[in-house]
């Protein structure tokens, strides 16, 4: 198995690498964590927090390869997926609450349809978030 876990460096990106850590690991998947600077001038302090966050997955027995890209995020992953097979494709994403029909934003919802893998969107809730983690499957249970 193959799975691609992409990275701003933001908090709601930490949730997709403690769930992509999650599933990665049990199942021994070949995992590549993708950095997406927005500007070449955020690439440098991007790399050092996917390093950080790479020595987490590894903390959690997954092998990780880094890339680092700068663009627009949208169009990286696709970019990206369009080059490479995976079968899962992780995202954080930021809870701002229920509009409508949708939870998630435009660009979270342009990555699930413009992408061929299936695409997990780890949400990050903004109040009480800072004091959960994701450590075993039971705590994505937990309210």
């Given at each position: 198995m193959k799975i691609l876990i992409c990275?701003?460096?933001?908090?709601?990106?930490?949730?997709?690498?403690?769930?992509?850590?999650?599933?990665?690991g049990p199942l021994k998947a070949e995992t590549t964590l993708l950095?997406?600077?927005?500007t070449s001038q955020d690439e440098s302090p991007l790399r050092e927090t996917l390093q950080a966050q790479a020595q987490s997955l590894q903390a959690r027995?997954?092998?990780?390869?880094?890339?680092?890209?700068?663009?627009e995020p949208?169009?990286?992953i696709t970019d990206h997926t369009s080059k490479a097979a995976y079968d899962l494709v992780v995202i954080g994403a930021r809870?701002?609450?229920?509009?409508?029909?949708?939870?998630?934003s435009a660009k979270t919802y342009e990555v699930i349809k413009a992408i061929r893998p299936p695409v997990l969107v780890a949400v990050r809730a903004e109040k009480n978030s800072s004091s959960q983690r994701c450590n075993s499957p039971a705590d994505l249970l937990r309210p």
């Open positions: 990275s701003d460096g933001t908090p709601s990106a930490e949730t997709a690498i403690q769930l992509g850590g999650l599933l990665a950095g997406i600077a927005e027995g997954v092998s990780v390869d880094i890339m680092v890209q700068s663009g949208v169009r990286q809870w701002t609450g229920a509009t409508g029909h949708y939870w998630r």
